[in-house]
């Protein structure tokens, strides 16, 4: 019976669930064997996911009868084994190479576990105190690798998208403020709201249609997400074409931003990708930021998957960042944290002014003019993580060398993987890649038709999941279906990565050879 285990009858004996110094040792003893099972399940995992079907889970998910404890977290345990970890996906294993999920450093997991422990909430200082000074010491060292300026100031978040959310909310205050005030000075700290910034409402209705976002038409989603819940709506977004890399045209950018102009338009922000979700590709930054100073656009990079750049000897690829008005980092991507561990980083402060409000229960203005540092002052969100603590340790326990470290092994692994697909005559693929992710597909013959080939390439990458053996992502180019690797694991080795290749040519050879139609020979 677990030390945990009583009896259902006694009510008292739900305070022996809370943590405290009377029940710190019931916390060891539960923690130390869920981590017990967990190591073990780590360490003998031989695919990256079982293959089990939707409807092969949900009967034993659906089970569980949630309104009847078990009292005993052993038991519990067990029946997560059923019920989650047997089948869940296993970034760590090295042939997952599907989406921008990487396996986690051990510092971080120790941060994970002491965060939650302490549950921290960063909102306010009086919750939080030196986590407050903790986090704020990462904004700045990541402003500092980033070369945003003295000025520069940041947030941790949910994700790249809820950073960029928050960047385009910034760069549409900021332009709604110019407009109406004439003002191109730094926002004022006494403004927080556009309606705040002068002029009647009826000013504001007449600026907000008018306000455009231009961004490269391999961007990602959550831009257009952005602009509608920001009450733009997604047509407010301006797709910039690319070219054969995959990375923004700056002249096509000219000519928007111009076309823009000539309509009575206002370019309130460019968002150049540092690493697009499908192919890694990297706009040209500097080209860009001499754009935005031109026509006085808010410049965001969203550098969600490419922040490893910064600790990586690669970080030339970035320069023309630190020219940006706002940054998007992804530490759950690169920096190879636990989910979730993001943060958005302005150049200049006062920005952040946009999404300042008070409440007198929790920070009211007094604590501002105390100098009382309240991270809810520069957030969207309200209570929030202690994530930063996860870097925090990370940085301070194997440090940002060996992190980058980590990194570059991934993009010397993706250029091997091109080299071979590029030579292998049965894949085409599309871009050399400048990041991890390689977008290619299977030819079903020398001539293919190109809707076989999309149900080839369908089936076989449905086949693979099924079979647990690998797992790999689909994305579509000009309107086709290919694969996708995204290598973020540097134990993947190339080894790897062939015999996922030759996995995904035999499951789509065995699906033409059912196919009713002659003379289809798998190359």
């Known amino acids: 019976m677990s030390l945990l285990a009583h009896s259902a009858e006694d009510p008292a004996d739900s305070r022996t669930y809370l943590l405290n110094n009377a029940t710190a040792h019931r916390y060891r003893s539960a923690v130390t064997d869920s981590v017990t099972r967990i190591s073990a399940k780590i360490a003998g995992t031989t ?15 659906a089970a569980v009868d949630l309104d009847t ?127 705040e910034q002068g002029g009647p409402p009826s000013r504001l209705a007449d600026v907000l249609p008018r ?84 026509y006085g656009a808010w410049l965001h990079v969203d550098a969600a998957y490419g922040c490893g750049l910064l600790v990586s000897r690669r970080r030339e690829l970035l320069d023309g960042i630190e020219r940006a008005d706002s940054v998007t980092v992804d530490y759950h991507k690169s920096f190879f944290q636990p989910v979730s561990s993001s943060a958005i980083l302005v150049r200049d402060r006062a920005t952040l002014r946009h999404v300042t409000y008070h409440a007198d229960y929790l920070n009211p203005r007094r604590m501002a003019e105390q100098r009382i540092p309240n991270q809810v002052d520069k957030s969207l969100q309200t209570t929030r993580r202690f994530d930063a603590l996860k870097l925090w340790l990370t940085l301070r326990i194997m440090g940002a060398h060996s992190v980058g470290e980590l990194f570059d092994e991934v993009i010397d692994r993706a250029a091997d993987a091109w080299k ?70 540097p134990e993947t080795t190339l080894d790897d990565i062939a015999t996922v290749l030759d996995l995904i040519a035999e499951h789509a050879g065995s699906f033409l050879a059912e196919q009713p139609r002659p003379a289809l020979s798998a190359r």
């Open 420 to 489: 071979l697909l590029h030579d292998d005559p049965r894949f085409d693929v599309v871009v050399e890649p400048r990041l991890s992710t390689l977008v290619f597909r299977y030819l079903p013959g020398t001539d293919p038709d190109p809707e076989l080939a999309d149900r080839v390439n369908l089936h076989a990458r449905d086949a693979l999941f099924a079979s647990g053996d690998a797992i790999v992502a689909g994305t579509k180019v000009d309107g086709r279906h290919y694969l996708k690797f995204t290598l973020l694991n």
């Open 69 to 195: 404890p078990l009292h005993d977290p052993a038991a519990a345990l067990d029946e997560l084994e059923e019920v989650y970890l047997r089948d869940a996906v296993y970034f760590h294993h090295p042939r997952y190479l599907a989406h921008l999920n990487c396996p986690v450093v051990i510092p971080a997991l120790v941060g994970e576990a002491v965060l939650s422990a302490v549950n921290s909430s960063l909102d306010t200082w009086d919750q939080s105190a030196g986590g407050t000074l903790i986090e704020r010491r990462l904004i700045d060292w990541t402003a500092d690798r980033i070369g945003l300026g003295a000025q520069a100031d940041g947030i941790f978040t949910s994700g790249g998208s809820q950073s960029n959310l928050q960047a385009m909310l910034l760069a549409r205050d900021e332009a709604c403020r110019r407009e109406l005030t004439g003002d191109d000075s730094p926002a004022s700290p006494k403004f927080s709201t556009p309606l």
């Open 211 to 294: 306000l455009r976002i231009l961004t490269s038409e391999c961007s990602h989603f959550s831009i257009r997400k952005a602009a509608t819940l920001l009450g733009m709506g997604a047509e407010a977004v301006l797709a910039v074409p690319v070219d054969a890399d995959k990375r923004m045209r700056a002249a096509d950018l000219a000519d928007e931003l111009a076309r823009c102009r000539r309509d009575g338009l206002i370019p309130m922000a460019v968002v150049a990708t540092a690493g697009t979700t499908d192919f890694g590709s990297i706009d040209p930054l500097p080209e860009i930021a001499g754009l935005c100073d031109r």
């Open 47 to 61: 695919r990256p996911f079982t293959g089990v079907s939707v409807d092969g889970l949900t009967p034993a998910v």
